[in-house]
């Protein structure tokens, strides 16, 4: 049987802390952010895209457990393949995401310790609150 993983939103900072991805969530996919042609199965950025899609579908489901597959597979994608210049603003998105959805992941929910160290570099196991405007 599965076990069910929840957020508990009665730690302190736990609400301003989903807001910020709350927020994320709403500029990731706007089509001033996301490079022309990222959508494209023949694009070399729809990797990334699908990565943090998943990850906000998940989030949204409330599937937890699955997400530091999908942070650890984005952050991968990321390290090996700079940003072309007209990825740069999507990539800096990405990567203060990354860093937020495993703040939240580590301190607000109850992702098993040892499943974030499997998928999660060391970046971003020790990431903390970001400053994002909500």
Do not use: W
Not at 10 to 26: M, T, V
Not at 62 to 91: C, E, H, W
Not at 117 to 124: F, G, Q, S, Y
């Amino acid at each position: 049987m599965e076990r069910l993983v929840e957020m508990d939103l009665s730690i302190p900072g736990a609400k301003d802390e989903c807001a910020k991805l709350k927020r994320l969530h709403q500029i990731l996919n706007t089509s001033e952010l996301v490079p022309d042609q990222a959508y494209r199965m023949s694009s070399g950025l729809y990797p990334l895209v699908s990565f943090v899609n998943h990850c906000i579908g998940l989030y949204l489901s409330k599937n937890y457990d699955v997400i530091p597959l999908f942070l650890g597979r984005a952050y991968s994608f990321m390290q090996d393949r700079p940003p072309k210049s007209n990825a740069t603003a999507y990539y800096k998105c990405v990567d203060a995401y990354l860093l937020q959805m495993a703040y939240v992941l580590r301190c607000f929910t109850g992702v098993a310790p040892e499943l974030l160290a499997l998928h999660l570099p060391l970046e971003l196991m020790e990431a903390g609150p970001r400053d994002i405007p909500v």
